[in-house]
């Protein structure tokens, strides 16, 4: 068997960690908002975002699992996300930039923002 193509996994892979970092922010954000004494103002909006977060996380994993994708290990290193997964049985490494996902991030949130305010 060979290695899915990179065209293929490495994409889906990126919206789960940045749907994966978004959520983790998100409740971060909404526990600090707690601790400022603004929850009852800001915390329903931050949870509603998380959960949209949650959920797009939870589809992009998923897809890569359709995809023979799994993740192993994550870590921060010295500015750098490195992913390490398993793909059909061979070992794949994606490194990204800390701030290239940060920006992401931002994008998603404020697409989130989007469709929260449909709803």
Not at 27 to 55: C, F, N, V
Not at 59 to 82: A, D, M, S, W
Request: some cysteine.
């Amino acid at each position: 068997m060979t290695p899915l193509s990179e065209e293929k996994w490495r994409p889906v892979l990126q919206e789960c960690i940045v749907y994966d970092l978004l959520f983790k922010a998100l409740m971060a954000d909404k526990e600090k908002i707690g601790e400022a004494g603004l929850k009852l103002r800001y915390g329903p909006t931050l949870e509603k975002l998380s959960l949209l977060a949650e959920k797009q996380h939870h589809h992009f994993r998923r897809e890569l699992g359709k995809l023979g994708c799994k993740i192993l290990t994550r870590e921060n290193r010295g500015g750098f996300y490195v992913v390490q997964c398993k793909v059909r049985g061979f070992i794949q490494e994606a490194i990204y930039w800390g701030e290239m996902l940060q920006s992401e991030c931002e994008v998603r949130l404020l697409k989130l923002i989007g469709q929260e305010n449909q709803l």
